[in-house]
């Protein structure tokens, strides 16, 4: 009888695994059918999209508003931002616009477009806020996005140029910034303007003295942004390529933007200063830190390579294929396009 009850137990146990084997099957035939019904729309939804032919400057616009939005309005304020807003504070509150001013006290470790600019803001629309330095911040991310889109463009497909722009957006030395008001973003794409004017030039054929006109005021703005170190990015850049090219009838607009945009920054730190500021400047500037040789070698060397290895992706990945493929190219000048921007300012990546 015992025996009995063991075989009893056991094929009650078969018959539940059974059941529920069959139900299990069951499940999976429906969860497959859903699979394939999902599937089936989501090809038929790219399908329409890429039948409507949407401009790539519309996909690099969502791009940027999938990015933005809405962690703009969930992050506090936080790095640097205080910074910026509190001097857009001084200015609006108590009238401190040449001289910065946080808090009170003065502030003239560099000039602070950025922060004159929510201030501006701030005063059309009643008072400085997050807002007020977070909304131009975005904009310059933006225009950042669209000139890389339209300077790869002409050289390959739309899809290849929006990746472009995705590039500069997820970078980490820009997506960890991306909504936070600081003036990085803003140097980096004041200076990538005035490359990117003057390569349209040079594409075109022409580079008038309106052009460079148009890029030493944006060079200025540049410097306004952050002091005039920066502004060597653009001079070094653009000066090793005119001199490897002999476009010597570029030197003179090259030289005029160049001398505009530092006679501008030149300007504010004149009629700031007072006695003891040029010391400051110095230790700011970095160009007096009290460093040996070695010391100086290794601190430099750890950011060089923090920046291939980490903070310039994918552009530090797809720089060394892209200078192998320049070599193949019918156009010298359609690689040099694409390569030049990595080395205009260290937190431009590499969008090619």
Known sequence: MHGRRIDGFGDAIDCRLGDWMERRANQADGSTAVTEYVWTWFLSQV?????????????????????????????????????????????????????????????????????????????????????SARIPHLLFLLAGGLMVFHLVLPHTRKAPAV??????????????????????????????????????????????????????VLLAAAGLAKGPQPITYFALGVGAYLLVKRRWSDIPGFVFANAMAGLTVGSWYWMVMIPGDVKGWILHSRLSEGMTLMQWVRDHLDFVLSLFLVEWLPGSVLLFPAIVASHGTPSVESAISCLLPCFMRRSRPCCC
Not at 50 to 55: E, L, V
Not at 172 to 200: H, M, R, Y
């Open 163 to 216: 990746f472009g722009a995705l590039c500069w957006f997820a970078c980490p030395i820009v997506s960890q910034k991306f909504v936070t008001a600081e003036p990085d973003v803003t140097l980096s794409v004041l200076l990538f303007g005035g490359f990117f004017l003057w390569w349209k030039g040079v594409s075109s054929g022409s580079t008038s003295i309106f052009r460079w006109l148009a890029i030493g």
């Open 47 to 131: 399908a329409y999209v890429r039948g409507a032919n949407i401009p790539g400057w519309v996909w690099v616009v969502l791009l940027w508003a999938l990015m933005a939005f809405p962690a703009v309005s969930l992050r506090g304020t936080h790095f640097e931002e205080g910074t910026v807003i509190g001097l857009a504070r001084g200015a609006v509150e108590d009238g401190q616009w040449l001289t910065p001013h946080l808090y009170g006290v003065r502030y003239i470790e560099r000039p602070v477009l950025l922060s004159w600019i929510a201030a501006a803001i701030g005063k059309l629309s009643g008072g400085v806020s997050v807002w």
